[in-house]
C-alpha cells in the first residue's frame, strides 16, 4: 500500500483537468489498491487509460482501471458509451491473457450501447467536414446523439426478450436514413453472443454507489479524458461528447458533488493535445520532438502523436475552480529533466490586454497569447527519486511555482510509468 492511500478514504474522484491523457489509469490503478467501489463515469472506447503493474502492460478502454484490485467492485456507469466490441474482445481477452478476473465487474442496465451503425456514422460524418474535429472515429458522439434523441439502445434492451424486434426496426432505420448496408443477422448474432456473455454483470450501478456511501465505503470514481474536452465548459466544437468532470459522477451515478471528499485533478508536467483544436503553448522548436519521444506521446486508443505544448497554468487555474479540485497529481516530471530553460504559461492576453480561458469557444481560444515565465531547468535523471526532497532545487522550483499559481498543493508526483515510480508529498 502506497504512503498515498491512507490519506484517501472516503469517496474520491480522479478527474483530467487538461485535454486528457495525462495518466489517469496508473493513478487509479495505484489508488484503487484501496478501494471498495471503483466507479467509470463518463466516456467510451475513445478513451484509453494505460495500466502497467505486475500483471503485465494493459490498455483499458471501457473496463475501470481499478481490476486489478480483485476486492474492489468495478462498475461502469450510464454515463459511458458501451462499446461491447472493446469490451469484450479486446479488453477481457487483455485481461483473461494475464489471468486477471472480472468477477467483480458490475455494468450498469442504463448504459447505452455503441451499434456498428455508429461507427459508420463517426467516420461519414468526420469525413464530410471541411474543418475536422479530430474524432477517434469509435462512434461514440453519435451514441451520445442517439442518447440525446431517446433512440439509443440501451443495455437492458439487449438482455431483454424483444431485443431482436428492437434490433430490426432500428437498423433498418439507420441503413435508410444513413444510407448503410448493415446486415441485420450479422448483427443480430454478434450482439446476442454479448449479451450472454455479460448478462451475469448487468445490475443498478446508482444503488450500489449509494449503498456504498451509506455503509462508509472507499469509493473511487474514475474520470475519462480531460476537462478542456467537457462538451459544455471544453473548446467547443473540438470536445468530447460526455462530462469529464465533476459533472458527469452526478449525471452518471445520481450523486451530489457535496458527496465527493477529495478531487485530485491529474495533469501532465507539460501539456499535450491530440487532434484538432487550439493549444496556446503549443511547442514548435526543437524541444517538441524530445518531448514526444521521451514522453512516449502515442493515444492509447488514437495511435496519433499528441502535441506537446509547455504547462498552462491559466488553464489549470480555471479547471481547479470549476471542479472544486482539493489536490493535484503531475505525471511525467522526469520527461523534463535534461531542458536548460523551461516555460510556463502564467497567464493570456488579447491585443495586450489581460485575458482568461474563454469557456466553450475554441475560436475565441484561438486568439489569446500565453504569458510566459522561464525557469532554468535540471540534468538529473529523477527516475528513481521516491521524496520530494531529493528532487534536485530546480526541479522543486517548478512544482513550489505551479502551487503558488494554481492555489493548491502538488500530492503527486510521476517520475515513472510504472505503479511505484512516484514521488506522495
Same mark, same amino acid.
Given at each position: 500500500?502506497?504512503?498515498?492511500?491512507?490519506?484517501?478514504?472516503?469517496?474520491?474522484?480522479?478527474?483530467?483537468?487538461?485535454?486528457?491523457?495525462?495518466?489517469? #489509469?496508473?493513478?487509479?490503478?495505484?489508488?484503487?489498491?484501496?478501494?471498495?467501489?471503483?466507479?467509470?463515469?463518463?466516456?467510451?472506447?475513445?478513451?484509453?487509460?494505460?495500466?502497467?503493474?505486475?500483471?503485465?502492460?494493459?490498455?483499458?478502454?471501457?473496463?475501470?482501471?481499478?481490476?486489478?484490485?480483485?476486492?474492489?467492485?468495478?462498475?461502469?456507469?450510464? #454515463?459511458?458509451?458501451?462499446?461491447?466490441?472493446?469490451?469484450?474482445?479486446?479488453?477481457?481477452?487483455?485481461?483473461?491473457?494475464?489471468?486477471?478476473?472480472?468477477?467483480?465487474?458490475?455494468?450498469?442496465?442504463?448504459?447505452?450501447?455503441?451499434?456498428?451503425?455508429?461507427?459508420?456514422?463517426?467516420? &461519414?460524418?468526420? /469525413?464530410?467536414?471541411?474543418?475536422?474535429?479530430?474524432?477517434?472515429?469509435?462512434?461514440? #458522439?453519435?451514441?451520445? /446523439?442517439?442518447?440525446?434523441?431517446?433512440?439509443?439502445?440501451?443495455? &437492458?434492451?439487449?438482455?431483454?426478450?424483444?431485443?431482436?424486434?428492437?434490433?430490426?426496426?432500428?437498423?433498418?432505420?439507420?441503413?435508410?436514413?444513413?444510407?448503410?448496408?448493415?446486415?441485420?443477422?450479422?448483427?443480430?448474432?454478434?450482439?446476442?453472443?454479448?449479451?450472454?456473455?455479460?448478462?451475469?454483470?448487468?445490475?443498478?450501478?446508482?444503488?450500489?454507489?449509494?449503498?456504498?456511501?451509506?455503509?462508509?465505503?472507499?469509493?473511487?470514481?474514475?474520470?475519462?479524458?480531460?476537462?478542456?474536452?467537457?462538451?459544455?465548459?471544453?473548446?467547443?466544437?473540438?470536445?468530447?461528447?460526455?462530462?469529464?468532470?465533476?459533472?458527469?459522477?452526478?449525471?452518471?451515478?445520481?450523486?451530489?458533488?457535496?458527496?465527493?471528499?477529495?478531487?485530485?485533478?491529474?495533469?501532465?508536467?507539460?501539456?499535450?493535445?491530440? #487532434?484538432?483544436?487550439?493549444?496556446?503553448?503549443?511547442?514548435?522548436?526543437?524541444?517538441?520532438?524530445?518531448?514526444?519521444?521521451?514522453?512516449?506521446?502515442?493515444?492509447?486508443?488514437?495511435?496519433?502523436?499528441?502535441?506537446?505544448?509547455?504547462?498552462?497554468?491559466?488553464?489549470?487555474?480555471?479547471?481547479?475552480?470549476?471542479?472544486?479540485?482539493?489536490?493535484?497529481?503531475?505525471?511525467?516530471?522526469?520527461?523534463?529533466?535534461?531542458?536548460?530553460?523551461? &516555460?510556463?504559461?502564467?497567464?493570456?492576453?488579447?491585443?495586450?490586454?489581460?485575458?482568461?480561458?474563454?469557456?466553450?469557444?475554441?475560436?475565441?481560444?484561438?486568439?489569446?497569447?500565453?504569458?510566459?515565465?522561464?525557469?532554468?531547468?535540471?540534468?538529473?535523471?529523477?527516475?528513481?527519486?521516491?521524496?520530494?526532497?531529493?528532487?534536485? &532545487?530546480?526541479?522543486?522550483?517548478?512544482?513550489?511555482?505551479?502551487?503558488?499559481?494554481?492555489?493548491?498543493?502538488?500530492?503527486?508526483?510521476?517520475?515513472?510509468?510504472?505503479?511505484?515510480?512516484?514521488?506522495?508529498?
Amino acid at each position: 500500500m502506497s504512503k498515498n492511500q491512507n490519506k484517501h478514504r472516503g469517496i474520491t474522484a480522479v478527474i483530467g483537468v487538461d485535454w486528457g491523457d495525462s495518466g489517469k #489509469g496508473r493513478l487509479i490503478d495505484d489508488l484503487a489498491q484501496d478501494a471498495d467501489i471503483v466507479a467509470r463515469y463518463n466516456g467510451g472506447s475513445n478513451t484509453g487509460h494505460t495500466v502497467q503493474n505486475k500483471y503485465g502492460k494493459f490498455a483499458l478502454h471501457i473496463i475501470p482501471s481499478g481490476i486489478f484490485n480483485q476486492k474492489a467492485i468495478c462498475l461502469v456507469g450510464r #454515463g459511458v458509451a458501451l462499446d461491447l466490441e472493446s469490451l469484450v474482445d479486446d479488453e477481457m481477452d487483455q485481461l483473461k491473457k494475464a489471468k486477471v478476473t472480472w468477477k467483480n465487474l458490475v455494468i450498469d442496465q442504463q448504459c447505452t450501447l455503441t451499434m456498428p451503425w455508429h461507427k459508420l456514422r463517426d467516420g &461519414k460524418r468526420e /469525413a464530410g467536414r471541411n474543418s475536422k474535429i479530430g474524432t477517434t472515429g469509435r462512434g461514440v #458522439g453519435p451514441t451520445f /446523439a442517439d442518447r440525446t434523441e431517446r433512440v439509443g439502445l440501451r443495455v &437492458k434492451d439487449l438482455i431483454s426478450e424483444s431485443f431482436g424486434q428492437t434490433l430490426k426496426e432500428e437498423l433498418e432505420f439507420q441503413n435508410e436514413t444513413y444510407n448503410l448496408k448493415l446486415n441485420y443477422k450479422d448483427v443480430y448474432e454478434k450482439f446476442s453472443e454479448y449479451a450472454k456473455i455479460i448478462k451475469p454483470f448487468v445490475a443498478n450501478t446508482i444503488n450500489i454507489v449509494h449503498i456504498g456511501i451509506y455503509e462508509k465505503k472507499n469509493i473511487l470514481f474514475e474520470g475519462a479524458q480531460g476537462w478542456f474536452l467537457d462538451i459544455d465548459g471544453g473548446t467547443y466544437p473540438f470536445v468530447t461528447s460526455s462530462n469529464p468532470g465533476i459533472a458527469g459522477i452526478w449525471r452518471s451515478y445520481d450523486l451530489h458533488p457535496s458527496y465527493i471528499s477529495s478531487v485530485i485533478g491529474i495533469t501532465k508536467s507539460y501539456t499535450t493535445r491530440v #487532434g484538432n483544436g487550439p493549444m496556446p503553448t503549443k511547442i514548435e522548436g526543437p524541444e517538441r520532438q524530445i518531448i514526444i519521444e521521451k514522453g512516449h506521446e502515442i493515444g492509447t486508443t488514437s495511435g496519433r502523436t499528441r502535441d506537446p505544448g509547455w504547462l498552462d497554468l491559466e488553464l489549470l487555474k480555471y479547471a481547479v475552480n470549476v471542479n472544486k479540485v482539493t489536490e493535484l497529481a503531475l505525471t511525467k516530471l522526469d520527461v523534463l529533466s535534461g531542458f536548460k530553460t523551461i &516555460k510556463v504559461c502564467v497567464g493570456y492576453k488579447v491585443s495586450g490586454k489581460e485575458s482568461w480561458y474563454p469557456s466553450g469557444d475554441a475560436e475565441a481560444l484561438e486568439k489569446v497569447e500565453p504569458v510566459y515565465q522561464s525557469l532554468p531547468g535540471w540534468d538529473e535523471d529523477i527516475s528513481g527519486v521516491r521524496e520530494i526532497n531529493q528532487l534536485p &532545487k530546480n526541479a522543486r522550483n517548478y512544482l513550489e511555482l505551479i502551487e503558488k499559481q494554481v492555489g493548491i498543493k502538488v500530492k503527486f508526483i510521476g517520475v515513472g510509468p510504472k505503479r511505484e515510480e512516484v514521488i506522495y508529498a
